[in-house]
């Protein structure tokens, strides 16, 4: 694909001629757009130094636009009929997924649009080298065969157009376009010039050569410059030399407002936004800070990103899905917050508190009519706006998003859906990005619109995956203002030239490029067609004149490269080993403060002891009992902080939803069905007596009722099959713990789920006991239901852990004999706790008998009682006094279920 068999003239020459203006008769083709418009723009810089005024434009373009400029020229000509119609993007990805899907081998594709997008680039690569004819005759391996098989299916649906003529892509236009270069319909100049091309095609060349044959001179030039002063520079890591070469392009900046800055990134699509962070924080450290113009950056990326990571097309794809089947809580969540959509403004807040609510109450997945139906329940903050349009989309969705319809019923469709959102509605402005993303958006539903031609009718799912698959293949780049530091990717670099030059990634194993031919197409047919990314020779010998290209771009030029990544070594490429080494220290270049840096510098430090919140009666909460029940002395024993942010500034932490149930609705859950139960027996004389059937019955009864009460609160969780084995569960595992229970000596149930308030330290709380057995031996026994792990070493010692049940036995008026946790799990139906006396309760020890040293320290039952009242005291006090001290009791394990590190910023702690 190389080789330059066309005469050369100078790029002075070039520019004397292009002066001639249309008299003159020139056209310049270049490999693309950027550097049409580089080449443009220099041509302009040299009329105007040489004083002129005004000039005729030159006609400069991408050779791909020459192509389609010949075709247009035919289309509005006496040969339009014959014409095939030229396919958008959209429509050759839909005729490929649609060959791909009807063939035998689609089944064994994980996805259908990624092998179309794979056949569209062989498809392209076989045009370019005409290796179609040859192709056919060589199919060697599997690849190959499905490709050609597509390909067959492929052209006969583009034959098979309305259009005698059929259609035709642009990786065939040249082809289409060769027979028509001698009409006189045709625009054709009286001379054609490539300019900085690194590859010829054998498409390419085929055009040229009929471009010859009709008259037309061709000529070749490229850039002028000479080699300038050349460094090479050796980083330990990428990082290191992304900063250095930001770093490097702000410093020539200031020295030089008016020069013209190239950046060249190898694999700057999977770099770009670490490139665009460190390059911004160096070049314009303030920029992230509110209120600085997002538009003042002043370099240029030059690869854009896909259509759907722009966040006005990314949440308009998110309501689409809300409008279909079902979509997962984290993406609903995301549209709750949305800026672009009716009443996201005054509802911000209420919206934001919604999206928390939801999170303790939704499912993984979420429908439409689930999230109306959420957020209508009681508790949820209400965001009329949001239901109202809800509600007319859900209304749209029952007559308007379902059935086949065609591409372009369905463009009308989704935009009436968004419409009835208020998708971007009066109300919010845009800036200039968003406004012209707004503006691709548009292009792109209506080139959507325009599939009527080649796919046929589809359902609401399909039209919405095929939508969000062309934003995903569409890479877009606001326009903005001309800016002096172009950072560019290697093939936009060809041809550019600059007054600094630096080139960073040129390590051995990226420089050349590894060999990667194309796997639709033998390797042998790709080398004899000279595609360079098919052998080691074709890429090494493409690269180094990339490479000498780059040496001759611009007075000063920077190699560089990473020693290291990860645990691998790297070295310079070969390719740049003759160029002389160099130290980035010798460059002069100043350090300059990230912002970050200027503000730490600039800090007068001051250091506030901030552990103490207004006391508790100042603030007039000794009136009554404190909201937030024993959790206050439990999370003040933890940790008095997450008691403060917690019961004080009412904080909590997000939570997210989970399949199913969980922890906590399964304890909720089992607690209900043991509360209901004891509440109909009464005691232990009624359990013994129970027939196996009656209990099943009650016991099924009481499980309904919880159920019952649960779904209330959490609709989504408990439906269909999931419901009934959970019923089926719970009543095996009441009925488990009912037959333990009957061990006990006889007992009355004194209380069940019974509500007090206790008063320590100066904090009074509602509390609400699991349950209280009065005893056949006397003496009451207060049970506690665990279904998870429980120790008693958690009501021991200072701050326990567990002080609920201390709260109930201290606080009750009635003569307390024990305390205990009732665990109930599958085949762990156990109590644990301390009793006053001996075989109160199976398996429950005085303090005496307890193993560990800390119960033996309190030595006797009195001693606990007045140990747990000290401690409770304290505990109280501490709340009620404001201590807030940040002081997890046990410190990581505390921490790790918390929730509060965002406000309490324990882990910026640790680093003190
Ligand atoms: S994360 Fe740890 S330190 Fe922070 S509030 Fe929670 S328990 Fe206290």
Redesign the pocket.
């Known amino acids: 694909m190389s080789g330059e068999p066309y005469a050369a003239l100078s790029k002075a020459q070039l520019f004397a001629r292009l002066a001639e203006g249309l008299a003159g008769g020139v056209t310049v083709i270049t490999p693309n757009q950027r550097l049409a418009q580089s080449l443009e723009r220099e041509f302009d810089a040299a009329q105007a130094a040489q004083g002129r005024s005004a000039w005729e434009s030159a006609d400069i373009l991408s050779y791909s636009a020459f192509v389609q400029r010949c075709y247009e020229d035919a289309l509005y000509s006496e040969l339009a009929s014959a014409l095939p119609i030229l396919l958008t993007p959209a429509q050759e990805q839909s005729l490929w997924e649609d060959a791909i899907r009807a063939s035998k081998l689609a089944e064994t594709l994980l996805s259908a649009s990624s092998a179309a997008t794979q056949c569209r680039e062989a498809w392209q690569l076989a045009h370019a080298g005409c290796l179609m004819p040859r192709l056919k005759a060589a199919a060697a391996n599997e690849d190959a065969k499905a490709f050609l098989d597509w390909a067959a299916r492929y052209e006969r649906a583009c034959a098979r157009s309305s259009r005698k003529s059929g259609y035709i892509d642009a990786a065939r236009l040249p082809d289409a376009v060769i027979p028509l270069l001698a009409h006189q319909a045709l625009t054709k100049p009286k001379t054609l010039v490539r300019y900085g091309f690194d590859i010829m095609t054998a498409q390419q060349r085929a055009l040229l050569d009929a471009l010859e044959a009709v008259g037309i001179e061709v000529l070749a030039t490229g850039p002028a410059g000479d080699a300038g002063r050349c460094s090479r520079i050796a980083f330990t890591a990428e990082r290191d030399e992304m900063l250095a070469s930001a770093t490097w392009a702000r410093a020539r900046l200031e020295a030089n407002p008016q020069a013209h800055i190239g950046v060249v990134v190898p694999g700057l699509a999977q770099a770009r936004s670490t490139v665009k962070r460190i390059f911004a924080s160096i070049m314009q450290p303030d920029h992230s800070l509110p209120g600085v113009s997002k538009q003042t950056l002043p370099f240029n990326i030059s690869i854009g990103i896909s259509l759907n990571q722009y966040p006005l097309v990314h949440d308009a794809l998110l309501a689409l899905q809300l409008a279909g089947r079902e979509i997962e809580f984290n993406r609903a969540s995301r549209l709750l917050r949305s800026p672009f959509f009716a009443g996201s403004e005054a509802e911000m807040t209420a919206r934001a508190r919604l999206d928390a609510v939801l999170r303790a109450r939704a499912g993984t997945t979420l429908t439409l009519e689930a999230l109306l139906r959420l957020m209508d329940m009681r508790g949820a903050p209400r965001c009329p706006v949001l239901a109202e349009r809800l509600s007319q989309l859900a209304e749209f969705r029952k007559t308007n998003l379902f059935g086949a319809k065609r591409p372009s019923e369905w463009a009308k469709a989704i935009s009436a859906a968004l419409g009835l959102l208020g998708f971007l509605d009066k109300g919010r402005g845009l800036d200039s990005t968003e406004y012209q993303t707004l503006k691709k958006w548009h292009e792109v539903v209506a080139g959507f619109a325009a599939l009527d031609a080649v796919a046929g009718r589809m359902g609401y799912a399909d039209a919405c995956r095929r939508l969000a698959r062309v934003t995903a293949d569409t890479l877009f780049q606001p326009e903005a203002a001309d800016v002096p530091v172009q950072i560019l990717g290697v093939l936009e670099s060809a041809g550019l030239e600059f007054d600094h030059l630096w080139v960073m990634g040129l390590t051995d194993d990226a420089w050349p490029i590894p060999v990667r031919p194309n796997p639709f197409i033998p390797i042998k047919l790709q080398r004899e067609a000279g595609v360079p990314q098919a052998d080691a020779a074709g890429s090494i010998e493409l690269d180094r004149r990339i490479t000498a290209g780059w040496l001759a771009a611009a007075p000063e030029v920077v190699f560089s490269h990473p020693l290291r990544e990860g645990d691998r070594e790297l070295s310079a490429s070969p390719l740049i080993a003759a160029v002389p080494g160099a130290m980035f220290e010798d460059f002069g270049i100043p350090v300059y403060d990230k912002l970050r840096d200027a503000i730490h510098r600039a800090r007068r430090e001051e250091r506030i002891a901030d552990d103490k919140a207004p006391e508790l009666a100042r603030l007039g909460a000794d009136a009554g009992p404190h909201s937030g029940g024993t959790g206050i002395f439990r999370d003040q024993a933890?940790?008095?902080?997450?008691a403060f942010?917690a019961h004080r500034l009412g904080t909590e932490a997000l939570e997210t939803p989970q399949p199913g149930l969980n922890a906590r609705d399964r304890g909720t859950l089992l607690h209900s069905v043991l509360a209901a139960v004891w509440t109909a027996l009464g005691g232990k004389a009624a359990l013994d007596a129970i027939s196996t059937d009656d209990l099943a019955t009650l016991l099924a009864h009481c499980a309904d009722e919880a159920i019952g009460r649960l779904r209330r609160w959490k609709p989504e969780a408990l439906q269909g099959r999931f419901a009934e084995r959970e019923r089926s569960r719970l009543a095996a595992l009441a009925r488990d713990w009912l037959e333990f229970e009957k061990q006990r000596p006889v007992f009355e149930v004194a209380a069940v789920e019974e509500k007090r308030v206790v008063q320590f330290g100066g904090v009074a709380v509602n509390a609400k006991l699991d349950r209280m057995d009065k005893l056949g031996a006397g003496g009451h026994v207060i049970l506690d239901y665990k279904t998870g792990e429980a120790s008693v070493t958690a009501w021991l010692g200072t701050r326990p852990d567990e002080p609920q049940l201390p709260l109930y036995a201290i606080g009750s008026e009635k003569n307390i004999a024990a305390v205990a946790f009732a665990r109930v799990k599958t085949g762990e139906l156990e109590f644990k706790g301390i009793a006053r006396d001996k075989d109160l309760l199976p398996g429950v020890k005085t303090i005496g008998d307890q193993r560990s040293a800390l119960a033996k320290g309190y030595g006797s039952w009195e001693n606990l009682v007045e140990g747990w009242r000290r401690e409770l005291a304290a505990l109280g006090q501490g709340f009620a006094s404001g201590d807030a001290r940040?002081?997890?009791?046990h410190g990581d394990d505390?921490?790790q279920f918390?929730?509060?590190?965002p406000?309490?910023?324990?882990n910026e702690?640790s680093d003190e």
Do not use: E, N, S, Y
């Open positions: 933890a940790c008095p902080f997450r942010a940040v002081a997890p009791k505390t921490c918390c929730g509060m590190q406000l309490c910023r324990i702690r």
